[in-house]
């Protein structure tokens, strides 16, 4: 049984489906200086997906961001109209994307099970006994056991 997961940008011209999806992505929080400014917020939310998943149509905007030693470039979509970043690929994770979760239309339904680089979490930011979380990034075959649940 599939469900039918979507979400788009602000203005609606971007517009994604999560394709086979058997119900809401498991998402998670990354307090990391970049997540705080690129979303102008606290944290971003996330959620990781094979590429081939996310069918996108609305011809997102590409702004590329290479690391400075050359090793991984960042490939963020956004909408070009009203600005929402829309999701990410990065040549160290080939095959993988990462979506901002906040973008899902149903993203009130969330629950976030993990947060990542709590040691930039702001003061008042509490986050639930039990929950998953790590200093900075998470090793990734714990962190890929903690999202596929
Ligand atoms: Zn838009
Ligand atoms: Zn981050």
């Given amino acids: 049984m599939t469900d039918e997961i979507e979400g788009g940008c602000r203005c609606g011209r971007v517009r994604y489906r999560v394709a086979g999806a ?24 996330q959620f990781i997906l094979p590429e081939d998943q ?17 090793s991984r470039t960042s490939r963020q979509r956004g909408c070009p109209v009203c600005f929402t970043r829309v999701f990410n690929t990065n040549t160290r994770r080939p095959g993988l994307a990462v979506a901002r ?20 979490k702001l003061a008042g930011i509490e ?6 979380s790590w200093e900075e990034g998470a ?11």
């Avoid at 996310?54 to 050359?70: C, I, K, N, R, Y």
């Fill in 22 to 45: 058997t119900g809401l992505p498991r998402a998670y929080a990354c307090h990391c200086r970049d997540c705080q400014t690129w979303s102008g917020s606290a944290f971003s939310t």
């Fill in 127 to 132: 986050i639930p006994a039990g929950t998953p």
């Fill in 54 to 70: 996310l069918q996108v149509t609305g011809e997102p905007a590409l702004f590329e961001l290479t690391s400075p030693d050359g």
């Fill in 139 to 149: 090793p990734p075959a714990e962190f890929a056991a903690v999202l596929t649940g």
């Fill in 101 to 120: 979760a906040g973008t899902l239309d149903r993203s009130d339904e969330l629950t976030l099970v993990a947060h990542i680089w709590t040691k930039r």
